[in-house]
Every structure is written in structure tokens, then in C-alpha cells.
């Protein structure tokens, strides 16, 4: 296995979501920023209030051509938490799909309502017995968000800090 660069910083990556909240702190900017946990003026990506957790949000990154992408890093908000004490936004079940230049999507992590998230951030190694994938796009979509935060206790939002991508080489 080759070294791994971070695209953190996200060099002409750009970003696309089935809704954004911007404001002085929240934007889809700020999920490619770098900055890895949420503080004034740079929380992170927020989409549109929900008054459901069944939704349908979704985040997608062009990394501008195809990449051999060795894991995705999804870092939760940090600046409070849930009504039920987990970490405000961050989506109970999501699936991650990664897309090459002209090719299909691809699920390549599913999470399920009721698995334990092993840590924070998520770390997401798409490792698999083909080696690491090859892709252009990744779609991160949220079926089913979790708990609102405590300032926002009936708004239900898909929320990250930030996204790191990995890749080998």
C-alpha cells in the first residue's frame, strides 16, 4: 500500500447537497475547509430543517477526476449535542456511494439504525477484496438523521463538522 494523502484542505474538490443551511456559521463551504471540529465561523455543513428524522439529505463531493480513495473521514459536529446526549446531526443511517468519471454508483458502506458508530470522527475504510476503489464522486445520503441538537430540539438536520478524504498514492 502507497501513502496516504489527505485531500483535507480539499483542493479543488467541489460540494453539492439536496439542501444547505448557510449563515455566518454554517455552509457547504465549511464542510471542505479543513477544520475538523465546529467553532465560530466555521461549524460545518447544515442541511435544512427537518421535522421528521426520516429524510432524504445528501452530500456529494467532486474530487474533479478519478481518485484511488483509501477511506472517507466524517467528523461530527462538536459545539453541542443531542436532546438524547449522542452527536447533534449526525445521521442514524446513511450509506456512502462513490461514482468514476462516466461509471455507475456503487454503495460501499451502509450504516443501519441501532449500530453502534465505533468512534468520532468515522473513519470509513473502502478497502475491499478488489483493492481500493477508484471514483470521481462521492455521495454520502442520509435516509434517517439523528436526534435534533439542543438549541434546535424539534429541527432535525443532517450536520458535519467535516469531511476528510483519503486517497493512496
Not at 76 to 83: E, F, G, M, Q
Not at 131 to 160: K, M, N
Amino acid at each position: 500500500a502507497g501513502a496516504t494523502m489527505s485531500l483535507s484542505g480539499h483542493e479543488g474538490v467541489t460540494a453539492l447537497a439536496r439542501s444547505s443551511h448557510e449563515s455566518a456559521d454554517w455552509g457547504l463551504s465549511r464542510l471542505l475547509d479543513g477544520v475538523t471540529t465546529s467553532v465560530p465561523g466555521s461549524k460545518g455543513y447544515s442541511s435544512e430543517g427537518n421535522t421528521t428524522a426520516t429524510a432524504d439529505e445528501w452530500i456529494q463531493l467532486d474530487l474533479r477526476s478519478d481518485t484511488v480513495l483509501k477511506s472517507l473521514v466524517l467528523h461530527p459536529r462538536t459545539d453541542t449535542v443531542a436532546v438524547d446526549g449522542a452527536m447533534a446531526g449526525f445521521p442514524c443511517e446513511f450509506e456512502v456511494a462513490l461514482k468514476a468519471d462516466g461509471g455507475a454508483w456503487t454503495t460501499v458502506h451502509r450504516h443501519e439504525s441501532g449500530e453502534p458508530v465505533p468512534s468520532f470522527p468515522q473513519v470509513i475504510d473502502l478497502y475491499t477484496v478488489a483493492g481500493y476503489p477508484t471514483a470521481r464522486f462521492v455521495r454520502i445520503h442520509a435516509s434517517r438523521l439523528g436526534a435534533p441538537a439542543v438549541d434546535e430540539p424539534a429541527v432535525y438536520r443532517l450536520q458535519l463538522a467535516e469531511i476528510e478524504i483519503n486517497r493512496e498514492g
